[in-house]
């Protein structure tokens, strides 16, 4: 069975420091990797994708990914409250499949 | 607003009721996903459409009835349900294999 798996937190910052979200997965031969943020009440938004082995930057997210180690991760610099949010992990599985497999999500507070 | 749009955004109905959920996307995208979000739990996986069939059914009571009419459409029928039922109806659309675009989402209650 494919699993992604997360910590499900919270996970509390100070305003201005650099926030680090975890994921692992089980499916070796996953292709895709997303990061999605979901507010409270909201629908899931896409911020990140990374499809290849290091890091990829986007202002001040930073995703990395390592297959080797079947882990991806989340770093947002310079965190605001607005970044409160639940961070959820999505894997596309081998096999070109288009059906992801979600991580429970992780809760993130930046706290002023 | 994204590209995928859902109605009604709430919807409240009792246990002998028959409603449906529509999803509708502007994005070209060839797959078509509902998912049921509860309170304090993590995304679950409802029907997959691609190309207008059904490729998953992840093991869902059949008081919920899924129909996708063509690749822009989907409609997730409901009758019978139960208060357990009451949750964020999820709807997303891809161009698979990729990331997902998920609607607003109804927020349902049951009585």
């Known amino acids: 069975q494919k699993e992604v798996e997360q910590n499900s937190g919270p996970l509390s910052v100070p305003e201005g420091a650099i926030a680090s979200l975890n994921c692992t997965y089980s499916?070796?031969?996953?292709?895709?990797f997303f990061w999605y943020r979901q507010y409270s009440g909201k629908s899931p938004e896409l911020i990140m994708s990374i499809y290849s082995n290091g890091d990829k930057e986007d202002g001040r997210f930073t995703a990395q990914l390592n297959k080797a180690s079947q882990y991806v991760s989340l770093l947002i610099r310079d965190s605001q409250p607005s970044d409160s949010a639940t961070y959820l992990c999505?894997?596309?599985?081998?096999?070109?499949?288009?059906?992801?497999?979600f991580g429970r999500g992780t809760s993130l507070i930046v706290h002023p | 607003e994204t590209g995928v749009t859902q109605t009604p955004r709430h919807l409240v109905m009792g246990m002998t009721n028959k409603k449906s959920l529509k999803c509708e996307q502007h994005l070209g995208h060839n797959a078509m996903y509902w998912y049921k979000q509860s309170a304090k739990k993590p995304l679950e996986l409802m029907f997959v459409y691609s190309l207008e069939e059904r490729v998953e059914n992840n093991s869902v009571p059949s008081r919920f009835s899924p129909e996708c009419p063509n690749s822009s459409h989907l409609f997730l029928h409901l009758h019978t349900l139960q208060p357990e039922d009451s949750a964020l109806y999820l709807c997303?659309?891809?161009?698979?294999?990729?990331?997902?675009?998920f609607g607003p989402g109804t927020r349902l209650t049951v009585l």
């Open positions: 999505a894997v596309n599985p081998s096999g070109g499949s288009y059906i992801p497999t």
């Open positions: 499916d070796r031969g996953s292709q895709s």
């Open positions: 997303a659309s891809s161009h698979a294999p990729g990331q997902q675009f």
